[in-house]
């Protein structure tokens, strides 16, 4: 009986021990299907949220690329406005110093002119005649007694080129230190290339200013 007994106990802790067993093998898979849902949950979670990230990330750059060619489009326009008002301001300015430097030029070839003027209406102007002494007298007398020339040589007149023009000046004034030159340089003055132009038979000096009139006298014109 007692064998009997304990054969009785050792089957029911066996079924036991299959009991727990099958439970604890329940429970773990229970437990892995859970493991298994919650990551396959957080999985689609985590496609839902990058798909959105990256939605969210193409309208962004979408949204800074239109900006960068809105401030680019910008700049541009901001460029070429201030080309055309720096275009605009250096044309004002080189017709301001244009018209400057022609009326420089008119009032020095206006100031030239009334002083060549002058100039040769005091060379024209006849000296005053000195008062006859008596010692003039006895000196005409006997300047007299030689025989004059009977005809004097005529000699062709030529007009005087500005070189001589400012030479003859140079001597009346006495100033033997200025040197001239006899060729067109930048110390003659606008009347005085314009009277060797038309000398010379130089057409169209008129319009020219002083730097261009010299190289067209010089034969380095590259105007025209």
Sequence with gaps: MASKKS???KKSQAKDVKKSVKKAELKKAQKKADLKAEAKFLKKALEADTIKAEKAAAKAKKELK????????????AK???EKIAKKDEERAAKLLKKKNNLVDEIAATVELEAEKLTEAAEKKPAKAKPVTSKTAKAAATKKVAKAPSRIASTPITPRTPAARLTTRAARTGSSAVRVSTEPSESWTMVALR???GATGV?????LNKADLLAKLRGTDTLE
């Design 80 to 82: 070429v406005l201030a």
């Design 195 to 197: 009277t060797h132009a």
């Design 66 to 77: 239109k900006e960068r060619e809105l401030v680019k489009e910008q700049l541009q326009k």
């Design 7 to 9: 054969q009785d106990d």
């Design 203 to 207: 057409t169209g000096y008129s319009r």
